[in-house]
């Protein structure tokens, strides 16, 4: 069974960093891409940052230069640096599979990130 836990979020001022982990157990990891997704209140999902499993990246306009998606295989966790936050940057932050509609694994529970003063 395919379970994805997120975690590392939390509440930070502007300006502030914050580093996420999504932890994956019960596939082979090594052979998908992974992506980060967020959910605003009221909004729906969004993709914000993909990696391949040969490790290129691609992130959606409004992170790039302050987001940093990677992974290690070895450890089975896909993680997402995310630098000089924005009020605008929270949301509620899922990794999962991505595919070209939706994504491929039943969601995990997501962490919240809360950008405010």
């Known amino acids: 069974q395919v379970q994805l836990v997120e975690s590392g979020g939390g509440l930070v001022q502007p300006g502030g960093s914050l580093r996420l982990s999504c932890a994956v157990s019960g596939t082979i990891f090594r052979v998908y891409a992974m992506g980060w997704y967020r959910q605003a209140p009221g909004k729906q999902r969004e993709l914000v940052a993909t990696i391949t499993s040969g490790g290129s990246t691609n992130y959606t306009d409004s992170v790039k230069g302050r987001f940093t998606i990677s992974r290690d295989n070895a450890k089975n966790t896909v993680y997402l640096q995310m630098n000089s936050l924005k009020p605008e940057d929270t949301a509620v932050y899922y990794c999962?599979?991505?595919?070209?509609?939706?994504?491929?694994?039943?969601w995990g529970q997501g962490t919240q990130v809360t950008v405010s003063l």
């Open positions: 999962n599979v991505p595919l070209r509609v939706g994504a491929a694994l039943p």
